[in-house]
């Protein structure tokens, strides 16, 4: 007003502690997301930092989100929470989709909630019951740096990016973002570093929750488990652990598989009879050629031919390594 120009200034508008990201948009209600064309569709939910507004992050959610519907055919429903209050609502909020739910992307770092709302979260992901799987923005390292370094996330970043959020059941933690190109405002002359979507984790990640979502749906006896037990140092008397009595628990792992469904064959009679049938067939025994040729005709293997042919879809580094 001092230079004489007639200045209207707007009254400021406080930006929701929740917001949602879903058909391309931010929106700060919901109620539109459930509309009759969606209601069919499988989910999945994405739970950001409110940071995730910011015009390369909420690219990276559209970029996320498109790849999903294209590739999968799952409708995206993106949450982007405050610290505290926002994400406990956020979580909440996905209660009335848990039929619908594939799966939880937890993009937030540290825990949902916040210290006070950590555990009310944690609840409520248990009654979701689907997995809780955390992406990861390395806002510290370019593609190329990441590549180049020794660890792939800074050690001070685990603690926060990897530890607390297993606390709260998110595991399985895929990097879908580095550091992007640094730019300056031409207004202020600020640096700005964006991110940039990391593609084979992005793929990484969506075949991972279409790959949970067909044991969803699949039935018990469809399903293939592996056990793998403790035989260290080789021999037929190490199959244990600190002393703990391994054949008495994978006997009633069986048991318990065989009454939820899985096919397990036809068990043994006794937690004995399981042990003398793993000291026959199931041990190490690298240095004792007799017996390893005995064991040969008892147990499960795998052709020269079928190894050479597996072993040639191995990544060029590992299969130079192993040579």
């Known amino acids: 007003n001092s230079l004489g120009e007639d200045i209207v200034a707007e009254e400021p508008k406080p930006t929701p502690q929740l917001r949602w990201f879903f058909d391309g948009g931010i929106r700060n209600q919901l109620n539109d997301f459930k509309a009759p064309k969606l209601q069919q569709k499988t989910i999945i939910a994405v739970i950001d930092h409110a940071g995730g507004s910011r015009p390369a992050d909420v690219k990276l959610l559209d ?58 979260v944690t609840a409520i992901l248990e009654q979701l019951d689907v997995p809780v799987i955390k992406a990861i923005k390395v806002r510290d390292r370019t593609a190329i740096e990441r590549q180049l370094s020794s660890d792939g996330l800074a050690q001070e970043k685990v603690y926060y990016q990897v530890a607390m959020p297993e606390l709260q059941g998110a595991s399985q933690p895929l990097v879908i973002a580095t550091a992007g190109a640094m730019s300056n405002d031409s207004i ?121 042919n597996w072993f040639a879809q191995l990544p060029a580094s590992v299969r130079q390594e192993m040579e």
């Not at 909020?93 to 937030?108: E, I, N, S, T, Y």
């Not at 949970?212 to 244990?240: C, D, F, M, T």
Request: net charge negative; proline share 3%.
């Open 188 to 308: 202020t002359g600020i640096r700005i570093q964006t991110v940039a979507q990391e593609s084979s984790g992005i793929a990484s990640l969506l075949t991972r929750i279409d790959r949970w979502r067909q044991l969803q749906i699949k039935s018990n006896s469809e399903k293939r488990i592996a056990i793998v037990y403790y035989n260290h140092p080789p021999g037929r008397h190490n199959i244990g652990a600190d002393n703990l009595d391994v054949p008495a628990s994978l006997w009633q792992i069986l048991n318990q598989l065989k009454a939820s469904g899985y096919k397990v064959g036809t068990l043994p009679e006794s937690e004995e009879v399981l042990l003398d049938m793993m000291q026959e067939r199931g041990v190490n025994l690298p240095r004792d050629v007799a017996e390893l040729e005995k064991m040969s005709g008892l147990v499960q293997v795998m052709s020269a031919e079928d190894y050479s």
């Open 63 to 120: 970029d996320f989100c498109q790849q999903a519907e294209e590739n999968y055919s799952l409708q995206c429903l993106g949450a982007l929470a405050a610290w505290g209050e926002a994400g406990i609502t956020a979580a909440e909020k996905l209660l009335p989709f848990k039929d619908q739910l594939a799966a939880v992307v937890m993009l937030q770092d540290f825990v949902i909630g916040g210290g006070e709302g950590r555990e009310s």
